[in-house]
């Protein structure tokens, strides 16, 4: 269940920490894979853009083969002004994770992106066995649309400009990039964090964060 209030990290966050690399909090947002992971990739995404729904298959394969090592991170940029239903599907997204089932929403709506209109996240809602009256009632207040609010708060203080976004332990990777893009900058990060003399479980905090 995700909890997360972006706010307060926004007033001390800068676009680049010290170290050269773009400090994003992960706190609270849905992740694949460990929470001590040596390599963290943090995905800014709208659930209505094609290419974010192509860069699915690579997230799912980046955890499947660094399912020890590599943590991936998903946050909300539904891009408003272009995609009518971006912040719904978001929303719908959110309140999934409120049961625990946000990534096999985020399969389910990039698998058919022509059913992200109230009644397509209803039926999809249904079929994956939500708590649909839960689910609805979760819609209906504020606290997901703040949540995905807060993401794109976030989103505009990094500079993320289009999705979707990537950053590979604060390293900026822009679009749909090749599975082999991802491959090989994990295993530079993830050789150089083995390598860093820092604990695992504070690896991102203290080498990326800053903290």
């Not at 978001?90 to 022509?114: H, N, P, R, T, V």
Request: charged content about 20%; some cysteine.
């Amino acid at each position: 269940m995700r909890r997360v209030a972006v706010a307060a990290a926004l007033c001390c966050l800068c676009a680049c920490g010290g170290n050269g690399l773009t400090p994003v909090p992960v706190d609270g947002a849905p992740a694949l894979g460990p929470a001590d992971a040596w390599v963290t990739v943090v995905e800014f995404a709208d659930f209505q853009c094609p290419y974010c729904a192509m860069a699915a298959f690579t997230v799912h394969e980046i955890a499947s083969n660094w399912p020890d090592d590599v943590r991936v991170v998903f946050r909300h940029f539904p891009l408003t002004g272009i995609h009518e239903h971006a912040m719904s599907a978001a929303i719908a997204a959110e309140c999934a994770d409120e049961q625990g089932q946000f990534w096999k929403m985020y399969d389910a709506l990039y698998a058919d992106q022509s059913k992200l209109d109230d009644a397509g996240l209803l039926a999809t809602a249904t079929s994956l066995g939500l708590d649909v009256p839960t689910w609805q009632a979760c819609i209906a207040s504020d606290e997901a649309k703040e949540r995905v609010q807060s993401d794109l708060d976030l989103a505009g203080k990094l500079g993320v400009s289009g999705t979707p976004g990537f950053y590979v332990n604060g390293i900026s990777v822009e679009g749909a990039q090749p599975y082999d893009v991802f491959s090989s900058l994990i295993k530079t990060e993830l050789a150089k964090a083995q390598a860093s003399g820092i604990p695992r479980a504070s690896y991102y905090d203290k080498a990326v964060l800053g903290q």
